[in-house]
């Protein structure tokens, strides 16, 4: 098998519907760490969102890593170590925090040690957030002046409408900072240079391989510059257009065992 690094997004990618990877996925990945491949997964979610997926994939006994925050943090499982960890500029944190009060946005960022999911205001998609990171939902309208201490990043969590036509809007207040959508409902807030392809390729570094022997696997708009750039680029078939339009393959949707079917023609040197 030519790639010798695997990155998966995980929601709407690697998990299913019900949020686990599928006991066929599992079969299929260790077939590949068997041939020596590394699994890396690379998520918009915090550490603790991301850990009860590394240790069902036994990525601390294996040997993996955990991509979090869109790639602003790196975490060697088997060494438990971070690699790298990336933070906003503390002088826009109180600005957008501010901004997204004024205009009656929810958003949120997380506690210092990363077990508590903090917001100016619960909505629903906040709350989806807390749910699928397993974190508990503290409120703090004023939560510009209360984050006093580094953070990988701020999410403002809106219906997709609002969404859309915000991200013009955030990307001119704060033109040295990466925004974009993990999901249609998440506007991601991040430092400038961080998105994970530009952490794979450090990731990729650190482990010894080029970004030709990369396969990224995702569905949604922060999986875009991996898909594009890494040496095998796989979509989901639920992936946004914009992801499908930029990957080299195109394979089955998370329900239906999509990484597993193109690890599959991997592992047969078919992609």
Do not use: W
């Amino acid at each position: 098998m030519k790639y010798r690094l695997l990155a998966f997004d995980l929601d709407g990618t690697l998990t299913n519907s019900q949020k686990i990877v599928t006991p066929k996925t599992k079969e299929i990945l260790y077939e590949a760490r068997r041939q020596g491949v590394t699994i890396a997964l690379a998520s918009g979610r915090p550490v603790h969102g991301i850990e009860p997926i590394a240790r069902d994939l036994e990525l601390e006994r294996l040997g993996g890593f955990i991509l979090a925050c869109n790639g602003g943090l790196i975490y060697d499982c088997k060494q438990k170590k971070t690699i790298l960890e990336t933070s906003l500029p503390r002088d826009v944190v109180k600005p957008i925090c501010d901004y997204a009060n004024e205009k009656g946005y929810s958003i949120l960022t997380y506690s210092e040690d990363g077990h508590t999911l903090y917001t100016n205001q619960v909505n629903r998609y906040v709350e989806i957030e807390a749910r699928i990171n397993h974190l508990p939902m503290k409120e703090i309208y004023n939560l510009g002046t209360f984050i006093t201490y580094p953070i990988p990043k701020l999410l403002i969590t809106e219906d997709p409408e609002t969404v859309e036509a915000e991200m013009p809007v955030l990307r001119s207040m704060v033109p040295g900072l990466n925004v974009f959508t993990s999901a249609p409902f998440f506007m991601e807030i991040v430092p400038k240079g961080i998105d994970k392809f530009e952490s794979l390729a450090k990731l990729c570094s650190y482990v010894g391989c080029t970004t030709e022997e990369l396969a990224a696997f995702g569905d949604g708009g922060n999986d875009i510059t991996m898909i594009a750039q890494s040496g095998l680029g796989v979509a989901m078939a639920n992936a946004s257009d914009a992801v499908k339009e930029v990957a080299d393959y195109v394979t089955f949707d998370n329900d239906s065992d999509g990484c597993a079917h193109a690890i599959e023609l991997m592992l047969q040197d078919l992609l």
